[in-house]
């Protein structure tokens, strides 16, 4: 009695999780009879009932499986054990709401050997569940001991195992939600049942051992077996390695579409990685703010065989060489482990990133062409559209592909080593879907970071960021797919098709392999390329090419090659083609590629000639107030701004709207920054921008300026404009057909160039005149379409703007 009245808040927990749709519990019509009862065996639920009834746990699905023989050890061996064993004992399996229950016999059968099960599968102790693979011939389960049981199907029926994948699938989700999202009876319930006067003792270490068996919220107490597994059994500690139990799924993240992210996403492969980890191993980590060394190899052959995306927060960011959740540590006398307070924070680390990219003003929109990292040789375009780059942008959300951009920005202006890596955008679009923008920007810092940190000149680079790295990573790949057979034939057939083996290299290499896998296959060779580095895309690019040999040698023309090419991965989406592509991936035994000579292999990776004009990717760094510019224009005149300017910042320093329209007065606030070089804007009513460029601010002259008291040269200054027409902001450089280039005075006003201003701004500091200039060869700035460009056209200003470099 006493037992049944401390349960009543156990009932009704269960009761409302029933009603939400999250049952923990469906043991009968009385779902805290089988806990309150005095009968000590608490599966007596799956008992057969007097008279042959059936056992009050209701069956969800039930029928007549084949156990194949349990291995001894471990759950992995014993996995490659029960590969493909057809022998094994015929059972009857009754899944129920809670467990799936194995019998000798049906319950109810006259022999008798129904009346109870011989073993029995709690829900709430599984593991790892897979076989829902299309064509799976297997149903293998893993619980918390390291146990693996393997059924597979006596009838003929097809899709019997699919169903009964299914089925076991669908209630193992819904203990999975409930010990996630429910939380209804935990370990510190139980602690406020244990605290009650009547429920001292033993009758409250029984109900205790009652709740946590059955409860899906709850960890099951069960032993554990003998047995060894690299990483697994290192990170023990002489203790029996527990597969990790938690959730395969990763956290709601707004930078990814769930839908899309899930359309993706296979099950199966998700519970195949996570069977390849441990409680303990995991347990181990998230004490780590670096991985230790002692354990790096058995980390590393862990993590080939991937992880599932819940593991990918604590797992992915050690591979990189730095925790991006900061560690649990135990401090003396405590009972429990805090969170890190040295931790490195990605949030104030990504602020500080962006305040050294941006300035104090983050850009609200980035519009293409942004940073790709491809410029510089022949074959690739020098700024090509983000989604021409990044195969897999389709499955992030608008906020997502804005944070993209954000970042790869961040990089091109705070590192100057990245010269040519179409991969690193790639990498930043696999990680954000896991991560925030800060830890992504926070694993890209470290990775980054390493590379430039060279200890072993004959270790192969940890992140190919330069021309002569793919270059040298495509001879590599060329050289290694002609030593072994069936590589060597490929290579073959493709030259005898005319396509240059080295260029179809580079291709392959530049962005990872991106470009031919799915996203879930690209996700394992980013999780080995974290902790191995770059020698990773090369291994998986030569089993690409074994796999797909035997299809490259039939291609009949050196257009079905390349298509053929384009899409080398495709398929490889599942647990089983993964896994093959893994392992012939790391059973390439590769040279050094520091013994590779330089010489360029191709066309396709020479540089591009000089007459090509490159791309420059360049933003100032702006702070409040920032002024009425548009970021384009900026990104478009900052790049004409020499390159001994772009280190100083663009400071606001006058404006009508703040200062007034006292030509005096902006004058006298131009000469308390006389040193400074100049940036003006000058803004139309009709939606116009032009202004100019001057290694000088505006100085009171009597006539023009003499460029001979100027310290900086005068060829440096232009004149730009961005008309709403078109949306273009284009340039005009200094000429030299005359030495024109300013006059300021109170009474005329402000000029910029010379036979013909450029700009011309009235002493009213309201009105403005633009015509040719022959200082800039430059047309009327503001020349409507259809009109003459050598006529003068006066205008005027709804804003006009000087920012001082300094």
């Not at 043991?27 to 799956?46: H, N, Q, V, Y």
């Not at 519970?271 to 995991?282: D, M, P, Y």
């Not at 990189?320 to 401090?331: D, N, Q, T, Y």
Request: hydrophobic share 40%.
């Amino acid at each position: 009695p006493a037992w049944r009245q401390r349960l009543g808040a156990a009932s009704s927990v269960r009761a409302r999780a029933e009603a939400e749709g999250m049952p923990c519990c469906c043991i009968g019509s009385k779902p805290a009879e089988p806990l309150a009862s005095d009968d000590e065996d608490p599966l007596r639920i799956f008992y057969e009932q007097p008279g042959g009834e059936q056992p009050i746990a209701r069956s969800v699905k039930d029928g007549w499986l084949c156990l194949s023989p349990t291995a001894e050890g471990l759950w992995s061996k014993a996995m490659q054990r029960l590969a493909g064993h057809a022998n094994g004992r015929r059972i009857f399996c009754r899944l129920t709401a809670d467990a799936l229950s194995l019998y000798e016999e049906p319950p109810g059968s006259k022999s008798g050997k129904g009346r109870r099960p011989f073993e029995v599968i709690f829900i709430s102790s599984i593991s790892a569940l897979l076989g829902r693979e299309p064509g799976s011939e297997c149903i293998q389960i893993i619980n918390a001991r390291g146990v693996l049981y393997e059924f597979r199907s006596l009838s003929s029926v097809p899709g019997e195992i699919k169903a009964w994948s299914t089925a076991i699938a669908d209630r193992l989700a819904r203990f999975r939600q409930a010990q996630r999202q429910s939380h209804r009876i935990t370990k510190s319930a139980l602690q406020v049942f244990a605290e009650v006067k009547k429920t001292r003792g033993v009758r409250c270490r029984k109900l205790r051992r009652r709740i946590v068996r059955l409860m899906p919220c709850c960890e099951p107490l069960v032993g554990l077996e003998q047995s060894r597994w690299s990483l697994l059994s290192r990170l023990s500690f002489g203790k029996e390695p527990r597969p990790f139990k938690g959730p395969r799924e990763g956290q709601q993240n707004s930078l990814v579409d769930a839908g899309k992210l899930a359309e993706v996403t296979d099950p199966e492969l998700q519970e195949a990685q996570g069977a390849h980890w441990s409680e303990q191993a995991v347990r181990f980590l998230t004490y780590c703010p670096h991985l230790p060394q002692e354990v790096e190899k058995d980390f590393q052959l862990a993590l080939r065989m991937g992880c599932p995306d819940g593991l990918k927060r604590l797992v992915w960011p050690l591979a990189a060489g730095e925790a991006v959740m900061a560690p649990r540590v135990v401090k003396e006398g405590a009972k429990h482990f805090v969170a890190s307070s040295t931790h490195r924070d990605p949030v104030a680390f990504y602020n500080g990133v962006c305040r050294r990219a941006f300035g104090d003003v983050r850009p609200d929109r980035l519009d293409d062409p942004v940073p790709t990292f491809c410029q510089g040789i022949k074959g690739m375009d020098e700024a090509p559209p983000l989604r021409h780059v990044v195969r897999h942008l389709g499955i992030m959300s608008p906020e997502g592909e804005e944070a993209l951009r954000r970042l790869l920005w961040c990089v091109q202006l705070t590192c100057t080593n990245v010269e040519f890596c179409p991969f690193l955008p790639n990498l930043m679009a696999t990680l954000l879907p896991f991560f925030s923008e800060a830890e992504t920007m926070l694993i890209i810092t470290n990775i980054l970071r390493q590379a430039e940190k060279v200890e072993d000149p004959d270790a192969p680079p940890r992140i190919i960021w330069s021309r002569v790295q793919i270059n040298k990573q495509a001879k590599l790949f060329v050289l290694e797919a002609k030593k072994k057979q069936l590589t060597a034939e490929a290579i073959s057939r493709l030259e005898e098709l005319g396509l240059d083996s080295h260029a179809v290299a580079v291709e392959l290499l530049q962005d990872g392999l991106c470009h031919c896998l799915p996203f879930r296959a690209f996700c394992r060779v980013v999780g080995s390329f974290l902790c191995e580095g770059s020698e990773v895309m090369l291994r998986y690019g030569l089993a690409l090419f074994q796999l797909r040999s035997a299809d490259l040698v039939a291609c009949g023309t050196a257009e079905e090659a390349r298509k053929l090419l384009a899409s080398l991965g495709e398929g490889c989406c599942t647990t089983t083609s993964i896994d093959a592509l893994t392992k012939a991936a790391f059973s390439f035994r590769v040279r050094i590629m520091t013994r590779v000579d330089e010489a360029w292999g191709s066309d396709y990776v020479s540089p591009k000639t000089a007459r090509a004009a490159p791309h420059v990717f360049c933003r100032p760094r702006l702070f409040p107030p920032r002024g009425h510019c548009p970021d384009a224009v900026w990104e478009v005149v900052w790049a004409w701004v020499p390159t001994w300017c772009r280190v100083l910042d663009p400071h606001l320093i006058y404006t009508p709207s703040s200062q007034g329209t006292s030509l005096r007065t902006c004058l006298e606030v131009c000469k308390k920054h006389q040193d400074s070089p100049m940036i003006f804007f000058t803004y139309t009513r009709e939606g116009d921008i032009i202004g100019g460029f001057s290694p000088v601010v505006w100085v009171r002259t009597s006539g023009y300026l003499k460029l001979t008291n100027l310290r900086r040269s005068p060829e440096d200054a232009f004149v730009f404009r961005r008309l709403k027409s078109d949306g273009k902001t284009q340039v005009w450089t200094w000429s030299g057909l005359n030495e024109l280039l300013m006059n300021a005075s109170e009474l005329h006003g402000l000029t910029f160039g010379g036979d013909g201003s450029a700009v011309y701004i009235h002493k009213d500091m309201v009105n403005a005149t633009t015509r040719a200039c022959a200082s800039f060869s430059s047309p009327t700035l503001v020349a409507p379409p259809g009109t003459d460009p050598d006529k003068d056209v006066d205008f005027e200003m709804l804003s006009f703007e000087i920012f001082a470099l300094h």
